[in-house]
């Protein structure tokens, strides 16, 4: 009989230990996993700064790549050199807000809509596909970032400054006529012509 109490209480310690001992495992772990999880938390407050009414028609996008190199020469040290490829574009639209009722003249059988000029409405350096393929000659960081934040800015430039050489006003003016007036002939019902201020 002792000895059933005694393999009964033996029994009933191991159960007891065996229970204790994988509670405690699963303790080390759930707090060691707790101490190496990182939580992240963002926070955002929008704030409207101002709402702009659109009325520009957008008839051409430029989408171009460019190759720049820009190089400092130096009489003791090496010359400083970078090589970009630089891809973005430049969109030309006409501002129709501009347009006003004396701008749009109506006969019997026709209608003469006078638009303002062309203009860019927006070029943008597309940063994602844009690449700094060599950098040499430079010798701190901080050189190393006036650098490549200089060429980025020309290159903003040059592509603007391109998209004009290709006359992307003119191209936009053509469009006008192949886009935009067959829109105003199907909506009057007459021959439209367009002309620019």
């Not at 992240?40 to 720049?68: C, R």
């Not at 003469?112 to 010798?139: A, M």
Request: hydrophobic content about 40%.
């Amino acid at each position: 009989m002792i000895s059933k109490i005694l393999k009964l209480r033996t029994a009933l310690i191991l159960a007891i230990s065996v229970a204790t001992i994988l509670f405690m495992i699963f303790m080390f772990f759930y707090i060691r996993n707790q101490f190496f999880v990182t939580r992240t938390e963002i926070n955002e407050d929008v704030m409207i700064e101002k709402i702009t009414n659109m009325g520009k028609l957008e008839l051409v996008k430029y989408s171009m790549k460019d190759v720049i190199e820009k190089k400092v020469t130096r009489t003791l040290l090496p010359d400083k050199r970078i090589l970009f490829v630089a891809t973005g574009e430049v969109v030309g639209c006409i501002d129709l807000t501009k347009v006003q009722q004396q701008d749009i003249v109506s006969s019997t059988d026709s209608v003469t809509v006078f638009l303002p000029n062309p203009e860019i409405c927006y070029s943008k350096l597309d940063h994602q596909r844009s690449k700094v393929y060599e950098l040499s000659g430079v010798w701190s960081p901080t050189d190393r970032q006036e650098m490549i934040e200089d060429i980025y800015k020309l290159a903003e430039q040059r592509i603007l400054q391109n998209a004009k050489e290709m006359n992307v006003l003119g191209k936009t003016k053509e469009n006008a006529q192949t886009i935009f007036k067959p829109i105003l002939e199907n909506i009057s019902g007459k021959k439209v012509g367009i002309q620019f201020r």
